[in-house]
């Protein structure tokens, strides 16, 4: 260790560069791995982001779609004779009868048919009489369209159903409804549908389904005015559906200008579940192993189908036993074999989305696994839902833990090569070297009192000597600085406003500037050459220089700028430096602030000063004024009608027409007298009402 301070800069310059290399090797190695986990995770979120939003965009496209061809078929001459001629053939089967041959199918089918693939579905036991229609009309129309399927009988009813039955059905099968309703905007009765469910010819005011969703739109509908207003209903589990999910999208009919029924589109859902999913091939989108798009309800329940439960239902079954899902709703979805308006799934994701936020954050998914998730909400009418799309951490990361194992196994090797050369020598640079970058970063940092310690007589120690004189005299010029550059701006802004200094920093010296709309206060001290009596002129002036420095602490307490003091007068302005959209109710707070600094100074010091303000608002011109000993002015017709508002006798707080307009709501003006200004003619004034606090 002997003699260590005389080896030259240049012998450990070279054990330096081992250091370095070895060094490099790690930051190189840590970089890459940063940039590769910053690129991928933000490949992985962009394409989720895309993702999400071009199935919102193409589920708002069909949802739009169905929006204008429900108005557009309601709005139609199909949808308007239609519903005319099944109302009044509606009305006309009072007479017609069911034989007991006839009631006994009806009572059946709902028995033996309907009520088991219901309880199959929903899991829950009921009778048939909570179905079977009470009216006479209902069950005659039920037996013989949905339980017997005609298409017509021997009523009127039957030639209404013969005349339209068939165009309904094309246009069914041409836009892909589901089914198509027809209901009664009086009674809420379903007069028509197009597959004859049991729905058919019930009410959907006083009927088994009058709780469903689509009652709730078609009564708000049926007190609907307008020929375009339209209700989007959300999926349910719909009971004449036995029990499977439903939704519908409603408009009023019109005939004319008479409105005379409700048409009802079921939503097409498996066009839905076929867009969300890219018909179930979710590798050939982009998503991988793991990733999926659904869409979940305000009630928290998906209304698309779940990938997993599709590609992988023991496994999908497996997980939701460990969530939060109840074992009743477990069976419930494995009884219909759908999760739609089931599967719960209230997560970080679905709350901010149903909310109307968006975005992308990391959570635990329905199933309980971490997933990167993107959201957002999807809104039409009254209809909100959560759009998400998500893709599994393990997957979406494995390409970085796969860079990762490689990077560490080279860079291991490498740093054990590097270290084994480097060792011998890298001690002899670290001490030196650390020393100067520390005092180096904290100079670069703006800490000037910085002072290296290094004992040695090679160049390591003439460069710290240097160092440490070239620190002190920063240190010293700092301070030098420092303490002019505050002198200079705490001087700059007693003369001149904010905004006149910063255009001076800026180049433009007389820092001239129109100001659109400011509020202009002048108020004129009266009687103030009385303050110090006839022989004490200094204790008048003492005097008052205590009354303006109390208005100017109560004008930066308003927000006011102080332009000049020359007298008697005090010019203030607000809205200038700063842009206060309330400049003209601080400027009337500062002249109530005035006036009772005023009576405090009279009170306080018998002086008999009295306080005359005007006040105006509307554009100025600033700028300053001299080149060597300058001030700051303001120019312009406000600041001269200011200034005659002020030179009133009556010694009160006058206002312009302007400002009594912008504050007449805040407080109580009396008209005072007209003034006549060159240029604007006569001009009506204002002044501020006397009350005890004013």
Same mark, same amino acid.
């Given at each position: 260790?002997?003699?260590?301070?005389?080896?030259?800069?240049q012998?450990?310059?070279?054990?330096?560069?081992?250091?370095?290399s070895l060094?490099s090797?790690?930051?190189?190695?840590?970089?890459g791995?940063?940039?590769?986990r910053?690129a991928?995770t933000n490949?992985?979120q962009?394409?989720?982001?895309s993702?999400?939003?071009?199935k919102?965009?193409?589920?708002m496209a069909?949802l739009e779609?169905?929006r204008?061809?429900?108005?557009?078929?309601?709005?139609?001459?199909?949808a308007?004779e239609?519903?005319?001629?099944f109302?009044?053939?509606?009305?006309?089967l009072?007479?017609e009868?069911?034989?007991e041959?006839?009631e006994?199918?009806?009572r059946?089918?709902?028995?033996?048919?309907?009520?088991?693939q219901?309880?199959?579905?929903?899991g829950?036991?009921t009778h048939?009489?909570?179905f079977?229609p009470?009216?006479?009309?209902?069950?005659?129309l039920?037996?013989?369209?949905?339980v017997?399927a005609?298409t017509?009988d021997?009523?009127?009813y039957?030639?209404?159903h013969?005349?339209?039955?068939?165009?309904f059905d094309?246009?069914?099968?041409?836009?892909?409804?589901?089914?198509i309703?027809?209901i009664?905007?009086?009674?809420l009765?379903?007069?028509?549908?197009l597959?004859?469910?049991?729905?058919?010819?019930?009410?959907?005011?006083?009927?088994?389904y009058a709780?469903?969703n689509?009652?709730?739109?078609?009564d708000?509908l049926?007190?609907?005015r307008?020929r375009?207003t339209?209700?989007?209903?959300?999926?349910?589990?719909?009971?004449?559906?036995?029990?499977?999910?439903v939704g519908f999208?409603l408009?009023?009919?019109f005939n004319?200008?008479?409105?005379?029924?409700?048409l009802a589109?079921?939503?097409?859902i498996?066009?839905?579940v076929?867009?969300?999913?890219?018909?179930f091939?979710?590798?050939?989108?982009g998503?991988?192993?793991?990733?999926?798009?659904?869409?979940v309800?305000?009630?928290?329940t998906?209304?698309s189908?779940?990938?997993?439960?599709?590609e992988?239902?023991?496994?999908?079954?497996r997980?939701?036993r460990?969530s939060?899902?109840?074992?009743?709703?477990?069976?419930?979805?494995?009884?219909q074999?759908?999760?739609?308006?089931?599967?719960?799934?209230k997560?970080y994701?679905?709350?901010?989305?149903?909310?109307?936020h968006?975005?992308?954050?990391?959570?635990?998914?329905?199933r309980g696994v971490?997933?990167?998730?993107?959201?957002g909400?999807l809104?039409?009418?009254?209809?909100?839902?959560?759009?998400?799309?998500?893709?599994d951490?393990?997957?979406?990361y494995?390409?970085?833990?796969?860079?990762?194992?490689?990077a560490l196994l080279?860079?291991t090797a490498?740093?054990i090569?590097?270290?084994?050369?480097?060792?011998?020598?890298?001690w002899?640079?670290?001490?030196?070297? *650390?020393?100067?970058?520390?005092?180096? !970063?904290?100079i @670069?940092a703006?800490?000037? &009192? #910085?002072?290296?310690?290094l004992?040695? +007589?090679?160049e390591?120690?003439?460069?710290?000597?240097?160092?440490?004189?070239?620190?002190?005299?920063l240190?010293r010029?700092?301070?030098?600085?420092?303490e002019k550059?505050?002198?200079n701006?705490e001087?700059?802004?007693?003369?001149?406003?904010?905004?006149?200094?910063e255009q001076r920093?800026d180049?433009d010296?007389?820092?001239?500037?129109r100001f659109a709309?400011?509020?202009v206060l002048?108020?004129?001290f009266?009687h103030?050459d009385e303050?110090g009596g006839h022989?004490d002129?200094?204790?008048g002036?003492?005097?008052?220089?205590?009354?303006?420095?109390?208005?100017?602490?109560?004008a930066? *307490?308003?927000?006011?700028e102080?332009? !000049?003091a020359? @007298?008697?007068?005090?010019? &203030? #302005?607000?809205?200038?430096?700063v842009n +206060?959209?309330?400049?003209?109710?601080?400027?009337?707070?500062?002249?109530?602030?005035l006036?009772?600094?005023?009576?405090a100074?009279?009170?306080?010091?018998?002086a008999?000063?009295t306080?005359?303000?005007?006040?105006?608002?509307?554009?100025?011109v600033?700028?300053?004024v001299?080149?060597?000993?300058?001030?700051?002015?303001?120019?312009g017709?406000?600041?001269?009608?200011?200034?005659?508002?002020?030179?009133?006798?009556?010694?009160?707080?006058?206002?312009?027409?302007q400002?009594?307009?912008?504050?007449n709501?805040?407080?109580?003006?009396?008209?005072h007298d007209d003034l006549?200004?060159?240029?604007?003619g006569?001009m009506k004034?204002? !002044?501020?009402k006397r009350t005890?606090?004013?």
């Amino acid at each position: 260790m002997l003699g260590l301070e005389r080896i030259g800069v240049q012998s450990r310059f070279i054990l330096l560069m081992l250091l370095v290399s070895l060094g490099s090797i790690f930051t190189i190695g840590w970089i890459g791995y940063q940039s590769a986990r910053s690129a991928i995770t933000n490949a992985v979120q962009n394409h989720l982001q895309s993702v999400r939003h071009s199935k919102t965009s193409g589920l708002m496209a069909l949802l739009e779609a169905l929006r204008d061809q429900v108005i557009s078929l309601s709005d139609g001459k199909l949808a308007g004779e239609a519903m005319v001629n099944f109302k009044q053939s509606y009305r006309a089967l009072e007479d017609e009868k069911l034989t007991e041959e006839q009631e006994e199918e009806l009572r059946n089918y709902y028995a033996t048919k309907f009520l088991p693939q219901l309880q199959n579905n929903l899991g829950n036991t009921t009778h048939p009489d909570q179905f079977v229609p009470a009216d006479p009309i209902q069950r005659y129309l039920q037996y013989h369209y949905m339980v017997a399927a005609a298409t017509a009988d021997d009523s009127l009813y039957g030639l209404a159903h013969t005349a339209n039955h068939e165009r309904f059905d094309r246009v069914g099968s041409m836009f892909g409804y589901e089914d198509i309703l027809l209901i009664d905007d009086d009674t809420l009765e379903i007069i028509y549908t197009l597959r004859k469910r049991p729905d058919f010819a019930t009410s959907l005011r006083d009927g088994p389904y009058a709780s469903t969703n689509l009652a709730k739109a078609a009564d708000a509908l049926s007190r609907a005015r307008d020929r375009d207003t339209f209700k989007v209903v959300d999926t349910e589990l719909y009971r004449p559906n036995f029990g499977l999910p439903v939704g519908f999208v409603l408009s009023p009919i019109f005939n004319g200008s008479e409105m005379v029924g409700i048409l009802a589109l079921e939503f097409p859902i498996d066009r839905i579940v076929h867009l969300l999913t890219g018909n179930f091939e979710w590798e050939r989108e982009g998503m991988g192993k793991t990733g999926e798009c659904y869409v979940v309800g305000p009630d928290f329940t998906m209304r698309s189908r779940s990938r997993f439960m599709v590609e992988d239902p023991q496994t999908f079954f497996r997980q939701l036993r460990t969530s939060t899902v109840t074992p009743s709703v477990l069976e419930q979805i494995k009884r219909q074999g759908t999760v739609l308006n089931q599967l719960p799934v209230k997560t970080y994701s679905t709350e901010q989305a149903l909310l109307g936020h968006d975005g992308i954050t990391m959570i635990n998914d329905y199933r309980g696994v971490p997933v990167l998730s993107s959201y957002g909400p999807l809104d039409l009418n009254s209809l909100r839902w959560a759009v998400v799309a998500e893709m599994d951490v393990a997957e979406a990361y494995q390409p970085i833990y796969d860079y990762a194992r490689r990077a560490l196994l080279a860079a291991t090797a490498l740093a054990i090569a590097t270290t084994l050369l480097a060792l011998v020598s890298s001690w002899l640079l670290v001490r030196p070297l *650390k020393l100067l970058a520390a005092a180096a !970063r904290r100079i @670069g940092a703006g800490d000037s &009192a #910085v002072s290296v310690d290094l004992n040695t +007589r090679d160049e390591f120690g003439e460069l710290a000597n240097v160092f440490n004189e070239m620190s002190a005299n920063l240190q010293r010029q700092r301070g030098e600085l420092e303490e002019k550059a505050r002198e200079n701006q705490e001087l700059l802004l007693n003369i001149l406003p904010a905004s006149a200094i910063e255009q001076r920093r800026d180049g433009d010296e007389k820092a001239t500037r129109r100001f659109a709309d400011v509020t202009v206060l002048v108020a004129e001290f009266r009687h103030v050459d009385e303050l110090g009596g006839h022989r004490d002129d200094s204790r008048g002036i003492s005097l008052l220089g205590d009354l303006v420095s109390a208005c100017d602490e109560a004008a930066e *307490k308003c927000g006011v700028e102080k332009v !000049r003091a020359v @007298g008697s007068l005090y010019l &203030a #302005v607000c809205g200038l430096s700063v842009n +206060r959209p309330d400049h003209t109710a601080r400027a009337m707070l500062f002249a109530q602030e005035l006036a009772q600094i005023v009576a405090a100074f009279d009170r306080e010091h018998a002086a008999p000063i009295t306080l005359a303000v005007g006040i105006n608002s509307g554009p100025v011109v600033g700028g300053v004024v001299g080149r060597y000993k300058f001030l700051y002015d303001l120019w312009g017709d406000t600041v001269a009608i200011a200034s005659r508002l002020a030179a009133r006798d009556d010694g009160a707080i006058h206002v312009s027409q302007q400002v009594h307009d912008r504050l007449n709501d805040l407080y109580t003006f009396e008209v005072h007298d007209d003034l006549e200004f060159r240029g604007q003619g006569v001009m009506k004034t204002w !002044r501020l009402k006397r009350t005890a606090e004013t």
